[in-house]
């Protein structure tokens, strides 16, 4: 997890629901590396001439992204400001490294917004110190996908967001990624709370309904 979200680790881990007191599985890294469909897996993305070289994910928890939402304004603007900038330093990092001709970012559509030259110019500006932003030439603005075109760096990039940004193949990995890591957040959270208030209580997903279930019944042992 440290190699993962780097960035916010130390600040989650120091609430007592999320410090890491036991993992989340049992199997070893050579049971994971021989199951069957990870085979089939990585046998795939070979075809495909596709590698991953890295991976970076943001975790905002309770409090963070509560001072997050007063500080943007709304959850969308929280979003689109933290999954840019990450994206804007993985490329900083990760062009020293990996030469290419041409770069490709795709992105779930963040709410009902359509429009995100303002956002692109803003989080490249925030991200990049005393570098002239680009220009960011809208290609598409549709109901399905905003796609937009600039040079980074002298190299050809395309930046699309996409309703269902899932069906593609980047967002569909991000998005399983941050469910894993979300995952086990949730489960340190579940045994936490069950060490305190006992065994009896049923562990939550952490979604609304269930939520508030959840909330209530702990309130007792919340000072």
């Not at 956002?119 to 603005?141: G, K, M, Q, R």
């Not at 796609?147 to 395309?158: A, D, L, N, R, V």
Request: hydrophobic share 40%; net charge negative; charged share 20%.
């Amino acid at each position: 997890l440290a190699n993962l979200a780097a960035l916010d680790i130390d600040r989650v881990q120091a609430n007592p629901w999320y410090q890491n007191v036991q993992e989340l599985t049992d199997r070893n890294t050579a049971d994971v590396l021989s199951d069957s469909v990870l085979i089939f897996a990585r046998e795939k993305m070979s075809k495909l001439k596709i590698e991953l070289l890295d991976f970076r994910l943001r975790v905002l928890d309770e409090a963070y992204f509560n001072d997050s939402v007063i500080r943007f304004g709304n959850k969308a603007e929280v979003l689109g400001q933290y999954s840019l900038n990450l994206g804007w330093q993985v490329l900083k990092d990760s062009l020293p490294r990996y030469p290419c001709h041409s770069i490709e970012i795709y992105c779930d559509r963040q709410g009902g917004r359509k429009m995100y030259s303002g956002l692109l110019t803003y989080t490249f500006e925030t991200s990049h110190d005393n570098i002239s932003v680009p220009l960011f030439c809208a290609t598409s603005e549709s109901s399905q996908s905003s796609c937009y075109s600039m040079e980074y760096f002298g190299i050809p990039t395309s930046i699309r967001f996409e309703v269902d940004g899932d069906s593609l193949f980047a967002p569909a990995a991000s998005s399983i990624v941050a469910k894993w890591m979300r995952e086990i957040l949730m489960l340190r959270l579940n045994r936490y709370w069950q060490n305190i208030v006992g065994q009896s209580l049923k562990p939550t997903a952490g979604y609304a309904v269930d939520a508030a279930r959840f909330s209530k019944e702990i309130e007792p042992w919340v000072s």
